[in-house]
């Protein structure tokens, strides 16, 4: 079964210092993934998402995640942080069969001043 | 227009009332989804239709029942609640992936359900 795993529930940064938000994940098949992000109260926003055309994808907002096969993971990364980037991030696999998206347990970023 | 339409924002329910939520969307998507998220959850998926078709249940409770009208509108009726079921529901779309790479899912602001 397709799966990721966010390693840190919470990530605490220094306003201007580098973003890392960890991600693996577990598949048989190369997989389609994605980063979304949640600010409170609102839905999901695609941050980028990876589907085997490039191993480094740039993103909205500055981001980029690299997919990285041998280690199976999709880290997403941002040079530095402001002070808006706080928010709950999720990384998420697609299972194409039956277009089922499954989410990471999130990680809460906090940025401070 | 690449936006997911949910209404209501906010609903407090008793739990004998009958209540519907509703979703559309105008991108020409043929899948979509209705997710449950807890606080400090991510989201759980609970249904996914495809080409208006029931392709996914999450071996959800009988109280919530999804009805696809057509492609562009997704509503999810609820009966009998519990308080447990109080969460945020968001609705996404995408297109189906068949074997296509643009698959990313767009979704709804949610509705924010309390049961009482």
């Known amino acids: 079964a397709q799966s990721v795993t966010q390693l840190g529930s919470h990530v605490s940064v220094s306003e201007g210092a580098l973003v890392l938000l960890r991600c693996n994940y577990s598949s048989s098949v190369p997989p389609y993934l994605f980063w979304y992000v949640q600010y409170p109260n609102q839905g999901l926003q695609l941050l980028l998402k990876?589907?085997?055309?490039?191993?480094l994808v740039k993103g909205i907002n500055g981001f980029e995640a690299e997919f990285k096969k041998s280690e199976t993971s999709f880290h997403l990364t941002k040079p530095s942080a402001h002070m808006s980037d706080a928010a709950e991030y999720f990384c998420a696999v697609l299972k194409a069969a039956g277009n089922k998206l499954t989410f990471g347990g999130g990680t809460r970023v906090l940025v401070k001043p | 227009d690449t936006e997911v339409t949910q209404t209501p924002k906010h609903l407090v329910m008793g739990m004998t009332n009958k209540k519907s939520l509703k979703c559309e969307q105008h991108m020409g998507h043929r899948a979509m989804y209705w997710y449950k998220q807890k606080a400090k959850k991510p989201p759980e998926l609970m249904f996914v239709?495809?080409?208006?078709?029931?392709?996914i249940n999450e071996s959800v409770p009988s109280r919530f029942s999804p009805e696809c009208p057509n492609s562009s509108l997704l509503n999810l009726h609820l009966h009998a609640l519990q308080p447990e079921d109080s969460a945020l529901y968001l609705c996404?779309?995408?297109?189906?992936?068949?074997?296509?790479?643009?698959?990313?899912?767009?979704f709804g602001q949610g509705t924010r359900l309390t049961v009482v």
């Open positions: 990876y589907t085997s055309a490039a191993t």
């Open positions: 239709y495809s080409y208006e078709k029931l392709s």
């Open positions: 996404a779309s995408s297109q189906p992936t068949g074997g296509r790479v643009n698959t990313e899912a767009f």
